[in-house]
């Protein structure tokens, strides 16, 4: 049974779902999560469960696809930002909502939607919360929900040992940046989004669908992941000095002011330099060319009741 669409921020009660964990997400790992648990708690609280612990990205995104199709209200998906792009790719324009569960590195998603860091208040949310249609980035046919980028950052995420990942999380980011530093050199990169063309040398170009980057910074602090825009930050930095300036405004959040930063917001971009490092909410994603483009509210979200979050407009 397909269901339809609740209406944006719509409270509905949750009467069957799919439990979907990734054992491999570092919190999970290290906590020992016990689904069959979780499992009977909700049932206690009326809620039919199906558990799932699927062994790869494609088998989430087929066993989330297969509770739309049942007609289940959500999929708690335990795991991180990776784990809930790939549930999200399988519930892309139904009216099962994606009900995250911190369980990753840095959980981002998790924190734009302000469901906060604790595994059982995110259960507690969702059960009592409400239900908004959010935007999703696609980089060709792949979906997004937080920001893909091109240049040193994708370079350094494709490098990252997955031993680090799992032991420091996004701490082995920055190591790793720290240690290719020196190599690092800015590339030609040709873009163009609409009748915008740009050609010239570029350290990286972040593309995003919501505003933290890494949980830490903002290169897009006024990005809304409701508008159906895609925001666009290009770094291009000329010597060692203008590379510190930019990391300063960066955390100040006041790049729009830098002659060495390019800000635009576009519904569309193409990235038709070829061979330049792509990632996709944190993993490495192949290299460019791609064309990024945004599909306006075609994931329904689970979030807290209340106001909405500041990246969905709220206060």
């Known amino acids: 049974m397909v269901r339809s669409r609740p209406m944006a921020g719509q409270t509905?009660?949750?009467e069957r779902v799919l439990l979907l964990l990734n054992p491999a997400a570092r919190r999970v790992a290290s906590r020992g999560f016990d689904p069959g648990r979780v499992a009977r708690w909700l049932d206690r609280r009326g809620v039919q469960v199906r558990v799932?612990?699927?062994a790869s990205a494609a088998a989430a995104t087929r066993e989330a696809r297969e509770a739309a199709d049942r007609g289940d209200d959500a999929v708690f998906a335990v795991g991180g930002d990776g784990t809930l792009r790939d549930?999200?790719?399988?519930?892309?324009?139904?009216?099962?909502?994606?009900a995250a569960i911190p369980g990753g590195t840095v959980n981002i998603w998790c924190k734009e939607m302000g469901l906060g860091q604790g595994m059982r208040g995110a259960f507690e949310a969702h059960l009592h919360g409400q239900r908004v249609p959010v935007d999703v980035g696609m980089a060709g046919e792949r979906p997004f929900l937080l920001m893909a980028?091109?240049?040193w950052d994708a370079a350094v995420a494709?490098?990252?040992?997955?031993?680090w990942k799992?032991?420091?999380g996004d701490a082995a980011y920055v190591l790793e940046g720290l240690r290719r530093a020196p190599s690092l050199r800015p590339a030609t990169m040709r873009w163009r989004a609409g009748l915008v063309i740009h050609e010239g040398p570029t350290a990286l170009m972040v593309v995003s669908n919501t505003r933290l980057y890494g949980g830490r910074v903002r290169f897009s602090p006024g990005a809304l992941a409701n508008d159906g825009l895609l925001d666009v930050a290009i770094l291009a930095p000329r010597t060692p000095a203008d590379a510190i300036r930019l990391a300063a405004k960066l955390l100040a959040g006041r790049l729009v002011h830098d002659r060495c930063a390019?800000?635009?917001?576009?519904p569309e971009l193409t990235i038709e330099t070829p061979g330049v490092p792509l990632?996709?909410?944190?993993?490495?994603?192949?290299?460019?060319?791609?064309?990024?483009?945004?599909?306006p509210g075609a994931l329904l979200a689970s979030i807290p009741a209340g106001p909405l979050p500041p990246v969905l407009g709220g206060p």
């Open 12 to 14: 509905v009660a949750i």
């Open 166 to 168: 799992r032991r420091l």
């Open 87 to 98: 549930v999200a790719t399988g519930l892309l324009g139904s009216a099962t909502a994606l």
């Open 52 to 54: 799932a612990v699927p």
């Open 262 to 266: 390019v800000i635009v917001q576009a």
């Open 158 to 163: 494709a490098s990252v040992p997955p031993g």
């Open 149 to 151: 980028s091109a240049g």
């Open 279 to 295: 990632q996709l909410d944190g993993d490495p994603a192949g290299e460019t060319p791609v064309t990024l483009s945004v599909r």
